[in-house]
């Protein structure tokens, strides 16, 4: 597959990234394209394997002009600006995608996350309690807003967010790598410790980076 890998890190700027794509390449991205014509997808993928975000965001413009109503485009050229690490210009497209588009949870994801990235935490807190007047039950809508909470220094509803989403997903690692984060931080020794025993248990490499983090400072 001629896609290009994503760096995974920790960043707000690579949480977008992985957010979108997470399995690591662009196929996250066209997901999300399937009324795309196949002509168009596969200049993407082109665009994408040359790393050329400028003629990405070019491309995306001159279907937007074509179609404004396509919430799709707005995915690409969101996209686009985020590879350019240009965080205020991506969410600038998303939120018209969210416009276009307000009953796809997604597109809130992507908008608060171009917001964290860009150091807009209240506006992202804000996208992400809009999407979960979407869909109440997102593991992932809560995970992300806990993951603001935690940018802001806010650990308390930090905790609070990854509870919710660990109750609707008991298995979902992020979660519980953001709980034990978020632990760790503001002192509380014993639900770190709760963190790192579940994902040790769902054998996850998230357990590693915690500890390696929770080790940092002890």
Not at 54 to 76: H, K, Q, T, Y
Not at 84 to 108: I, K, N, Q, W
Not at 200 to 213: F, K, P, Q, V
Request: aromatic share 8%; net charge neutral.
């Amino acid at each position: 597959m001629l896609l290009v890998a994503l760096i995974a890190a920790c960043t707000p700027q690579q949480i977008l990234l992985n957010a979108m794509v997470p399995d690591g390449t662009a196929s996250m991205l066209l997901s999300h394209l399937e009324s795309v014509e196949s002509g168009n997808r596969e200049r993407i993928i082109a665009l994408e394997k040359d790393g050329d975000w400028r003629g990405l965001v070019r491309f995306a413009d001159e279907n937007i002009a074509r179609d404004p109503f396509s919430p799709e485009w707005r995915l690409v050229g969101g996209y686009a600006h985020s590879r350019l690490r240009e965080f205020p210009r991506a969410a600038d497209y998303f939120g018209e995608m969210v416009r276009l588009a307000p009953d796809d949870v997604t597109a809130y994801h992507f908008l608060a996350e171009a917001q964290r990235a860009a150091g807009d935490l209240k506006s992202a807190a804000n996208t992400l309690e809009r999407a979960l007047r979407v869909v109440r039950e997102s593991a992932l809508t809560h995970q992300l807003l806990g993951d603001v909470y935690v940018d802001a220094q806010r650990y308390p509803p930090a905790l609070t967010e990854y509870r919710r989403a660990l109750a609707i997903d008991p298995q979902f690692a992020d979660a519980w790598f953001g709980l034990g984060r978020a632990a760790w931080r503001s002192g509380r020794a014993g639900e770190l410790q709760e963190a790192l025993q579940a994902l040790e248990r769902l054998r996850s490499s998230r357990a590693g980076e915690l500890r390696a983090l929770a080790g940092a400072r002890s």
